[in-house]
């Protein structure tokens, strides 16, 4: 059972940047995705990045497209998420997902097998 631990969060002010952090606490299939998801209060939850390790490839939410930044260090079984120029709207508990077997990036939480406990981030104006 892959258990993965979000840090990182916080609060900052409109414009500033927050750098997430997830671990898992073993290694992952090297074919396997990693991504982040948000859920603000009273609403669903949904994506925001993902990366998939063999490809080197990622896909972002149109609503952070250029200013958040997902990346990994298989070396320490990690994901990241750079957060700049963050927004109000950007307020939410953040999650780490993994996908042992995905072929693909999905935007969508049934294919991810493991979710972290989430980590809060706050953005005032």
């Known amino acids: 059972q892959v258990q993965l631990v979000e840090s990182g969060g916080g609060l900052v002010q409109a414009g500033g940047s927050l750098r997430l952090s997830c671990a898992a606490s073993?290694?992952?299939?090297?074919?396997?995705?990693m991504a982040w998801f948000r859920q603000a209060p009273g609403k669903e939850r949904t994506f925001v990045a993902g990366?998939?390790?063999?490809?080197?490839?990622?896909y972002y939410a149109d609503s952070v497209k250029g200013r958040f930044t997902i990346s990994r260090d298989d070396a320490k079984n990690t994901v990241n998420l750079q957060m700049n120029n963050l927004k109000p709207e950007d307020t939410a508990v953040y999650y780490c997902?993994?996908?042992?077997?995905?072929?693909?990036?999905?935007?969508?939480?049934?294919?991810?097998?493991?979710w972290g406990q989430g980590t809060q981030v706050t953005v005032s104006s």
């Open positions: 990366i998939k390790r063999n490809a080197g490839s990622t």
């Open positions: 997902a993994l996908d042992k077997r995905g072929a693909f990036i999905s935007i969508y939480q049934m294919p991810y097998d493991y």
């Open positions: 073993e290694r992952t299939p090297s074919s396997d995705i």
